[in-house]
């Protein structure tokens, strides 16, 4: 059993209406997906010509087969992932989802 497609899907929608339109060309949130999890990241353009976008990875979902729950994942100084473990995991990815669109915890978003 893989990631659920649906909830991949829910995953890159939520990133894809993270940023206004107008903006995206400063600025995107992306979903960047592997077999296990998904990654949320920030990408902004490069600030010299020929080089390209940066990307900043801010979350990490992380699926489970065994349990079928979704865990969240905060990143630390030196680009490693380390379970969230204020957020309990869940069946339902769109609870993760909705608490990292709060903001309640700056380590997300700073």
Request: hydrophobic share 40%; proline share 6%.
């Amino acid at each position: 059993m893989a990631k659920p497609e649906l909830d991949v899907a829910r995953i890159r929608k939520w990133c894809a209406t993270r940023v206004p339109e107008h903006v995206q060309e400063q600025l995107r949130v992306e979903a960047l997906v592997a077999d296990r999890h998904v990654t949320i990241v920030e990408r902004r353009p490069p600030w010299q010509e020929g080089l390209e976008w940066s990307t900043f990875p801010v979350a990490r979902l992380r699926f489970t087969m065994k349990t079928g729950l979704w865990s969240l994942y905060w990143r630390d100084r030196n680009g490693k992932f380390h379970l969230y473990d204020r957020r309990e995991p869940t069946v339902k990815v769109q609870e993760l989802l909705d608490f990292l669109d709060s903001h309640e915890d700056p380590i997300f978003w700073g």
